[in-house]
């Protein structure tokens, strides 16, 4: 069992009324839905923001990374805002303030603008699915937690598929605004529902604030963040920034480490950690993040960069994996409600979704849109098999009291595993890309027989004009399909590393029933 120095919480109230528990089962769907969306809606916008906000291409990825350095700062702080304003006053104020700050970058005519109300969105929208949690979990009985958790996974996964779909679909037919504007009515539903939720978490001497632990932490995440989000495009170490970034994040994590671990009362109790099974499942998830972001990056790419594909459509291809994912979570959380162990329900998605990842590690340029579909659905399955059963199994040993903050770290694991998988594969394809233009580019000289065999056959001459078209077009394309696939090798092997991390997850009770600790009081 768990050590920990927090105060004990007012619990939440069980839901004994289906109706009371389907308004809060929407409600909560709506503000995460909300939250996780705007991960990636903004991403197909960016082009569109460059020229508006009269910004270059380094400059505009601010909008991207304001918003995810606060909700790195603020997750792990969900614990504590919930000990001392209780669960459902943290919800509404984060929707309303998520809502505003939503308006306000629709709003705004300059890149510091958006920049400035990003950061203060990510802020209000950083606790919403924790804490989203951590009600969904009071609000249903124990032997429904796998249904819950089924369902809110859903609402996580759906957003970043959703995304790129939705986004490319309001910028086209509207503007760039509308992904900001879009938030509005999931915003206003979430609110007027929210006042249903009943409230709990909240302690009655709630412990003081660790300033100096806060400061240190939030230049230790705030500046790995920062290294993770412009280090591709600064060539990491080469740049005097990176350096200094990196030196901060190294140095604030380690103070921040040292002050948790010496002070009776922290901004974040690490010592949670000591949990095998949150320490673990906080990497599994971390690692879970990288295969499903690094996987949302290639695919859009290629899709729409290499293959030529609509943004719309390019967002259809990619929702058989968002289907495959809402029905394997489904029956994740039927498969928990029935007792069958979640160690071997998170094994058998890993599986799924090696499968469904090495398949695109075959992919070519000349590929039909159903090898594109397939994978993708397979590779969903495994995505939705993995991330209810784990989240049980993280959760399973803590405490009822340590269920807020212990979801404030799982969820900051699962964001910054997010982005370190952006910041790999997004490296590893502009490396391997350049690998493959300077390897492939040598064959293309005069002395090289099957070279000349091929302008033969192609009914090309030796000229600049056909210079330039292989250039552009053979090697651009062929050299980007290269960096592509290798991308996909590195999630392919991210989904095997986490084999061996399940088989160190303690096992649940012989019986399904929850431990003691776990169960929801009436």
């Known amino acids: 069992m768990t050590v920990s120095n927090l105060p004990e919480r007012s619990p939440s109230v069980t839901q004994e009324s289906p109706a009371s528990r389907l308004t809060i089962t929407v409600a909560v769907m709506l503000a995460v839905v909300m939250q996780v969306l705007d991960l990636t809606i903004v991403n197909v916008a960016l082009t ?103 369902i809110l996974g859903m609402g996580i996964m759906l957003g970043p598929i959703l995304g790129p779909t939705l986004g490319g679909y309001l910028t086209d037919t509207l503007s760039w605004r509308w992904v900001f504007y879009v938030n509005i009515p999931f915003g206003i539903l979430a609110f007027l529902m929210m006042q249903t939720v009943p409230d709990g978490g909240k302690s009655t001497t709630p412990r003081p604030v660790d300033w100096t632990g806060f400061a240190l932490m939030a230049v230790g995440l705030g500046s790995l963040q920062g290294v993770l989000s412009l280090g591709d495009q600064d060539n990491w170490f080469s740049s005097r920034t990176i350096i200094i970034l990196t030196i ?90 029935r007792g069958v162990n979640p160690r071997n329900i998170v094994l058998v998605g890993v599986i799924f979704g090696a499968i469904g990842t090495y398949f695109t590690t075959l992919y070519s340029l000349g590929i039909s849109m159903a090898w594109l579909i397939w994978p993708s659905f397979i590779r969903g399955i495994g ?77 090309m001459t030796e000229n600049p004009t ?30 095997l590393v986490m084999i061996p991390l399940i088989i160190f997850l303690k096992k649940p009770p012989a019986d399904s029933a929850p431990p003691t600790h776990l169960k929801l009081s009436k």
Not at 278 to 299: D, E, P, Q, Y
Not at 471 to 493: C, E, I, P
């Open 48 to 150: 569109y923001m460059r020229g508006s906000l009269h910004a270059n291409s380094d400059q505009i990825t601010w909008v991207l990374t304001s918003y995810m350095v606060a909700n790195v700062i603020i997750l792990p702080l969900t614990g504590l805002l919930v000990e001392r304003y209780g669960q459902r006053n943290i919800m509404l104020w984060s929707v309303v303030g998520f809502v505003i700050s939503s308006v306000l970058c629709g709003q705004s005519h300059s890149l510091l603008e958006v920049v400035l109300w990003r950061f203060l969105q990510g802020i209000f929208g950083a606790s919403l699915a924790p804490v989203g949690q951590t009600i969904m979990l009071g609000a249903y009985p124990s032997n429904k937690r796998g249904q819950a958790m089924a």
């Open 248 to 337: 901060c994040a190294i140095l604030g994590m380690l103070f921040f480490v040292w002050r948790s671990l010496s002070v009776k009362y922290p901004v974040v109790d690490l010592r949670l950690l000591k949990d095998r099974n949150l320490s673990i499942g906080s990497m599994g998830i971390g690692i879970f993040g990288l295969a499903l972001f690094g996987t949302m990056v290639i695919l859009p790419i290629m899709l729409e960069t290499l293959m030529h594909y609509e943004a719309f459509t390019a967002g259809l291809v990619m929702a058989p994996q968002g289907i495959g994912a809402m029905l394997a979570m489904m029956l994740a959380g039927r498969l928990l409600g």
């Open 383 to 459: 995505f939705g098999l993995v991330t209810i059963p784990l989240f049980t199994l993280a959760f399973m040993t803590l405490k009822k009291s340590q269920q807020a903050e212990g979801s404030g770290i799982f969820n900051l694991m699962r964001t910054l595993g997010g982005s370190i998988g952006i910041a790999i594969v997004s490296t590893v394809t502009s490396q391997e890309t350049q690998v493959g233009w300077n390897q492939m580019g040598g064959f293309i000289n005069p002395f090289n027989p099957a070279f000349s065999h091929y302008l033969a056959a192609a009914g």
């Open 466 to 495: 056909t210079w330039r078209v292989l250039g552009n077009v053979v090697l651009y394309s062929q050299a980007n399909m290269r960096g592509t696939l290798d991308a996909f090798v590195l999630v392919f092997y991210g989904f």
